[in-house]
């Protein structure tokens, strides 16, 4: 099974960067997934990692170290509508490619 | 515009009763899933579908059932058995193969409370 672990809440100010941790052990692999979730909606896609290193997309980059486990999503320029939940989530490698949640990093990004 | 449509938005249940979230979508995607989110937590899978006429379980699967007798239709049906089905149910597709990354796209989920 599928085992990810990232902070409960993070706060950060308008403008600034921040880095929001992911780690995970996994029985099997086959990508990480980040995406965002504002307050009663729908998650929406951010990024994709299957190889070991970093992939920008604008504002947002997200790193993978497969040896380690471990990921993290960076958001630079904040802006205030960045303030929503982050989720983490990994793929398995079956034929089936589920994907497993973590709990959600919530953002509050002020002013 | 291609996307995923879920109904009702809300939706309130009495205690006993059988409901069915609606779940379609005309992005062409041949997986379907269904997850239940809880208040602060993530998003844990109930069912997923590969192709049509075929489902397997997930890791929440007690108390529910599905079907996939069409390729842009996967509803979810809470039944009586469920003894705490009050959550947001988000359903969600997939492109399967190579080619992309095939991440998920979610409808605007459906937000059942039993009363």
């Known amino acids: 099974g599928q085992n990810i672990d990232q902070p409960t809440e993070m706060t950060a100010t308008e403008g600034a960067i921040v880095q929001i941790n992911c780690t995970y052990q996994?029985?099997?692999?086959?990508?990480l997934f980040w995406y965002q979730q504002h307050a009663g909606e729908a998650p929406t896609f951010l990024s994709y990692?299957?190889?070991?290193g970093l992939e920008e997309k604008g504002r947002f980059s997200s790193f993978l170290s497969r040896s380690k486990g471990y990921s993290y999503l960076l958001l630079k320029e904040l802006q205030m509508k960045d303030s929503a939940s982050y989720l983490c989530?990994?793929?398995?490698?079956?034929?089936?490619?589920?994907?497993?949640f973590g709990d959600g990093t919530t953002l509050t990004v002020k002013p | 515009d291609g996307g995923i449509t879920q109904s009702p938005k809300y939706l309130f249940r009495k205690e006993g009763q059988n409901v069915t979230l609606s779940c379609e979508q005309n992005l062409n995607h041949d997986a379907m899933y269904w997850y239940r989110q809880d208040p602060g937590q993530g998003l844990r899978l109930i069912y997923y579908s590969q192709i049509v006429n075929d489902f397997q379980k997930g890791d929440i699967a007690e108390g529910y059932s599905v079907s996939r007798e069409k390729k842009e239709s996967f509803p979810l049906t809470v039944t009586s058995a469920q003894k705490n089905p009050t959550a947001f149910y988000l359903c969600a597709s997939s492109r399967t193969g190579t080619g992309g990354s095939g991440e998920l796209f979610f409808g605007e989920g459906s937000r059942l409370t039993v009363l």
């Open positions: 989530a990994v793929r398995d490698n079956t034929n089936a490619g589920k994907s497993t």
């Open positions: 990692n299957v190889l070991d």
């Open positions: 996994t029985s099997g692999f086959n990508g």
